[in-house]
């Protein structure tokens, strides 16, 4: 953890009287902690109050008794609670716990929308807690969904933003590297549901070299798909204020993804279905056509199908599986064919004024959807081009591709 951030901001001279909890892991039971006042839990986790002027001192003490602070929060954000107990509960404990998931409160209304809160000068320092392969044997290449800790910070963020990454090491002008943008894969309440960690989804970009035929890895996706648990990493952002789901419970959402473009998309899907929130249940159409090259690659493939399984009444599922699959024309299918095939049904749900579309992913993917749409708009003597750009005006077509 970096000793330079705890919640509320950089520490500063004036948090002097402040009182911070300790998550500690890895302390074994010894002489020395059997002397402390705090006791060794079995779960590995040891809380610890500490005063701001003895932080530095008692990160030392703790690193020598072979323990690793994982969290630090000022007691005021853990209700008080200085008798050594845990703050709060993760999803997973809870469920452990056999204890009903509670509604989500902590929505942030879309007026107040988290934009550059860490910028590349100074940027939050996020743990990684968990880095794990999505894609199964056989699959084209490799991609990663990565959770970060983001405790001890200020990072919050809605659905369908992105966060930019800053990877180690200098580029070839001896400069250090740009951040790169990811898009968040995960709700605000992050993978746990206790508001502290943000996850991506990252593919590490492989190309082969169009003179040497060297095999050339993406710096900063290379870096991603490598990291180890426990690792610091630069974050940067959140970014972006268009590419929203709407707060409109009874909306159409249709979502058009490749590849890691389906990030928001989960994001998106489990605030609809998988949370439960006070002010928010979706009662609406959500529809997500996923194009991708072999089902090995489908990302997030069991969350999907089982969100689909269950909410089959208001969530809509399609592949466009483009090396297994065949179009019409007997050639590959992509998710323009796939498209083209639902053209008409997604044209009449088009002209509802509480439909609202995404797209994301590769770029230059928006031209073969704009095809398939507007031969169903023309049938209707509608003038797709035209069309659209009163659904960009009305904040109902949004496109974010790389
Ligand atoms: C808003 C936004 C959201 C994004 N979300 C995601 C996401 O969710 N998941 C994700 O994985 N990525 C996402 N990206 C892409 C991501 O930002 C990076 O661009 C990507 O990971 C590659 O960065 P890198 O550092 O690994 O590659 P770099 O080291 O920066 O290399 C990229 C460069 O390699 C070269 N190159 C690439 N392919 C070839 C080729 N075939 N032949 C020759 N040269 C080539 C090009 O010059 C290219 O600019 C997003 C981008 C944006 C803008």
Redesign the pocket.
């Known amino acids: 953890m970096d000793n330079s951030r705890v919640a509320g901001g950089t520490v500063s001279s004036s948090s002097d009287s402040r009182v911070f909890l300790f998550e500690v892991v890895g302390l074994r039971q010894n002489e020395e902690t059997d002397r402390a006042n705090y006791p060794v839990r079995r779960s590995g986790s040891v809380f610890i109050p500490v005063p701001f002027k003895r932080m530095n001192q008692e990160m030392q003490r703790l690193t020598r008794l072979g323990g690793k602070i994982v969290n630090i929060q000022p007691i005021s954000a853990v209700n008080g609670k200085m008798n050594g107990k845990a703050p709060v509960k993760t999803e997973p404990q809870r469920k452990q716990a056999g204890e009903k998931s509670k509604p989500m409160t902590q929505a942030k209304a879309k007026t107040d929308i988290p934009v550059n809160i860490y910028r590349p000068k100074d940027p939050f320092i996020g743990r990684c807690i968990s880095n794990e392969r999505i894609v199964r044997e056989g699959a084209i290449g490799d991609v990663r969904h990565l959770t970060f800790d983001l405790s001890g910070g200020d990072l919050r963020y809605l659905e369908g933003q ?1 966060i930019g990454i800053i ?1 180690p090491g200098e580029d070839d002008k001896g400069k250090p590297h740009k951040l ?4 968040i ?1 995960s709700t605000r309440h992050g993978d746990y549901g206790d508001d502290k960690t943000i996850s ?4 590490e ?1 492989e ?1 082969k ?2 003179e040497t035929g060297e095999t ?7 870096y991603l798909c490598h990291l180890e648990a426990g690792t610091e990493v630069k974050i940067t952002g959140p970014v ?1 204020s268009n590419f929203l789901l709407p707060e409109d419970p009874n909306a159409t959402v249709i979502m058009l993804a490749t590849g ?1 473009g389906v ?1 928001p998309f989960r994001a998106f899907l489990w605030r609809m279905f998988k949370e439960q929130h006070e002010d928010y249940k979706f009662n609406g159409l959500a529809w997500l056509i996923f194009g991708i090259a072999t089902t090995p690659n489908i990302l997030y493939k069991e969350e999907l199908e089982a969100l689909q399984s269950r909410f089959g009444d208001h969530f809509r599922l399609d592949y466009a599986i483009s090396r297994e699959q065949k179009n019409q024309r007997g050639g590959k299918m992509y998710l323009q064919d796939r498209i083209a095939e639902n053209a008409d049904k997604i044209w009449e749900l088009l002209q509802k004024d509480n439909t609202y579309t995404f797209i994301c992913g590769l770029k230059g993917m928006e031209g073969g959807i704009d095809d398939a749409i507007s031969a169903a708009a023309a049938k209707d003597g509608v003038d797709w081009s035209d069309f659209q750009k009163q659904l960009k005006k009305k904040n109902l077509w949004h496109v ?1 591709t ?1």
């Open positions: 992105s990877p790169r943008l990811y898009s894969a991506l989804c990252v593919r970009l190309y070299h169009p050339i890895y993406g710096v900063c996706s290379h972006g890691t990030a974010e790389y």
